[in-house]
Nanobody, 122 residues
């Protein structure tokens, strides 16, 4: 089992940057693929980015490609989401999640953090 705690959210102007962090408990962090998801008011939760366990293959939703970067530090049990050129439509609660399965099998993510709010003002 793994417990996840996100941090780094906040209020930023359009065009600005934020870096989200997700700290995981446990000694088996490298056994999990990690993902970032977001949910805007009135909308369903959507996948944003994901990273595989060891080789660090990555996936990005088309809406964030070229602007967001996911990375992980297995020594620190932490996954990051660097968000640049933020837009008002990026406003959402961002969740970190973990899966023992394949990193792009988004229905397989079964460990979730509490979420962190990102608000982008236009």
């Amino acid at each position: 089992q793994v417990q996840l705690v996100e941090s780094g959210g906040g209020l930023v102007q359009a065009g600005g940057s934020l870096r989200l962090s997700c700290a995981a408990s446990g000694r088996t962090f490298s056994s999990y693929a990690m993902g970032w998801f977001r949910q805007a008011p009135g909308k369903e939760r959507e996948s944003v980015a994901a990273i595989s366990r060891i080789v660090s293959m990555t996936y990005y939703d088309d809406s964030v490609k070229g602007r967001f970067t996911i990375s992980r530090d297995n020594a620190k049990n932490t996954v990051y989401l660097q968000m640049n050129s933020l837009k008002a439509e990026d406003t959402a609660v961002y969740y970190c999640a973990a899966t023992a399965g394949y990193y792009t099998n988004f229905k397989g993510y079964n460990y979730w953090g509490q979420g962190t709010q990102v608000t982008v003002s236009s």
